[in-house]
């Protein structure tokens, strides 16, 4: 019997935050694999402007390469439409007992407004990566009564500064893997 992690966003550009909480997470839940998920286009970012599918699956692959309990799945990229994580899950339940759905803090919050919250509930197991600087709980209700809140090492990286910190022709040494650093200057990324 699998037991996966399912790690979805939108990695533009994947980097060393996330690879470090994903492997905290596989190691607090003892899961086979991670399965990372980039998101064709994201249902709560469907207006924010992302590289391209292609850019941000190649980063992952690259990335992930030689981790064996890390794996890239293009399975919501090759639907492109909005991804939602229910079919997404729906899908992957064919080919795994058990699923952890892993999301970050702020997502419980807002779970309530997924597409068929109940049902992701009832297909995996949900994830939320707290860390030591997540503000308490103020807010439940029943999805954040479920979700399982694993304390992983705090690496505070953000997608969004990496890529200004580019577009400023500032060094990103250190934030993302050295592969994917030589991907997004050979590709162009994040300059316009």
């Avoid at 899950?89 to 779970?111: A, H, S, T, V």
């Avoid at 990103?172 to 893997?177: F, G, K, R």
Wanted: glycine content about 2%; hydrophobic content about 40%.
């Amino acid at each position: 019997m699998s037991r996966i992690g399912i790690f979805g966003g939108t990695f533009d550009p994947i980097h060393h935050g996330h690879l470090i909480t994903a492997q905290s997470v596989k190691e607090i839940r003892n899961l086979d694999k991670i399965i990372f998920m980039p998101a064709y286009i994201s249902p709560h970012k469907q207006h924010a402007k992302a590289s391209s599918a292609q850019h941000r699956l190649n980063m992952l692959k690259i990335a992930l390469d030689e981790i064996p309990f890390f794996e890239c799945s293009d399975y919501e990229i090759k639907q492109q439409t909005i991804s939602y994580t229910i079919d997404t899950l729906r899908e992957f339940k064919k080919y795994f007992d058990k699923i952890d759905l892993i999301i970050g803090y702020d997502n419980i919050f807002q779970f309530h407004t997924w597409k068929e919250p109940d049902e992701i509930l009832k297909l995996s197991n949900i994830i939320v990566l707290r860390r030591k600087s997540s503000y308490p709980i103020d807010y439940i209700d029943k999805y954040v009564e479920a979700a399982i809140f694993v304390q992983t090492r705090a690496i505070e990286i953000s997608a969004t500064d990496i890529r200004n910190r580019v577009h400023a022709n500032l060094p990103i040494h250190y934030l993302v893997p050295k592969n994917v650093e030589d991907y997004i200057y050979k590709n162009n990324l994040y300059k316009e």
